[in-house]
């Protein structure tokens, strides 16, 4: 037991040089301040959540609404933010800040769900609890006493493990029946690119599709370990380059595919990120890494917030490890019922398309009507709800309340609605015959979706 004791204790002891941090933390910062200024130049603030009347939200968090013009002000907070992180200025502050109005973003409609958002607010929690300022800042230029040569290692783990799990259940989430041995939906999206020089023609062989499916998922199980040991670190890295562009140019993913080539960065050794940043010194006065303080920010074991801070991070990576398995809890197929679906790393696993014809009635006299749904949905957000079961909830209690707010009485909603799954012919999804406004939001099985004959196996 004295063993167990004293090799945990010693790690939690163990300390590695700041300049893998402070690359991190910069290269996140740019990013992220390079997202905010894209999303505004192409008028997604606008178009995602100004211009719709009704949005949806996240269960549990119904209270996060866009602000109506002052959502320019969340990004703008948002924007400056990620600028000062990327700087090490006021850092405490701006990564807070940052983490709050990001996560807002995120969480104003879940119509714009993408797992890369999802990250970012991961990794920026992380960062509040990890002193990413204590080298290559302002604040370590302005404040000698926040600046620290070398820091508890598990700081810089933290952001590995986090990287490492995205990778890994990424690939456990590819071995399933439909991407292995039928190479969808790869087999719909690849034909797209016919027009890319070079690959357009590949895109349109079969033997493709299923070579780059099998690939993908060897890709994702394999990379975090190649990354960790530095005898294949360099040969996971090319690959983390090679994956990554190539997907950027397939698929209108946005700023991930850089994302991830610059955080994976972190694995390679302090040496390297030295080098990096003697080469912003070069530009950048205050990033001067041959100044050396000399100091050792350790962890006391035993102190009190130290603990704290350590079970925090303990806590939040059993729920990293477990959250992505909380599908298993759900009867039927998981693709089709997408119960357990968000936050597990799934990622570009499956194609769906559906319609969905929602039938308003009085209860007692049967009358009744149909809904344009272009009334009150974006075209993003028709599609978006059309085959996903908690939008169609959500937009059903919506139209009970508008209609009945209207002067309609004993109002009922019915929905005829039919899905269409990576290629598979168009299926009745939900029980025509459910009044939906006697069915509440919850994280019970939604026994009101009509269960799915033709499953897939796996994963």
Known sequence: MLTVIDARTSYWHQTIQTAPLAVFRVLFGLLMFVSMI?????????????????????????WVKPLGSFTYVIFIICGISALMVALGYKYRIAIVLFFLSFTYIELMDKTTYLNHYYFVSLISFLLIFIPANAFASIDAYNKPDLSYDRIPKWNVDALKLMLGIVYFYAGLAKLNSDWLIHAMPLKMW?????????????????WVHYTLSWTG?????????LLLYASTRWFGYIMVVVFHLLTSMLFPIGMFPYLMIACTLIFFSPNMHTSILNWLAKYIPWVNSDTKSGRVLTH?????????????????????????FRYLIYPGELFWTEEGFRFSWRVMLMEKAGAANFKIVDGKTGQRFYVDNTDFLTPFQEKQMSFQPDFILQYAHMLGKHFESQGHENVEVYVDSFVALNGRQSRPYVDPKVNLLEEKESFEPKQWILPFEDEIKGL
Request: glycine share 6%; proline share 7%; aromatic share 26%.
């Open 38 to 62: 894209r999303f505004w130049v192409y008028g997604w603030i606008e178009k995602l959540y100004l211009e719709p009347t009704f949005h949806f939200s996240y269960y549990g968090f119904d």
């Open 190 to 206: 690849l034909p797209g690119g016919y027009d890319l020089p070079i690959l357009g023609h590949w895109l349109q062989q079969t």
């Open 217 to 225: 998922a060897l890709y994702d199980l394999a990379v975090p370990f």
């Open 300 to 324: 006391e074991f035993k102190s009190f917030w130290q603990r704290v801070k350590v079970s925090l991070f303990i806590v939040f990576f059993a729920l990293q490890l477990t959250i992505p």
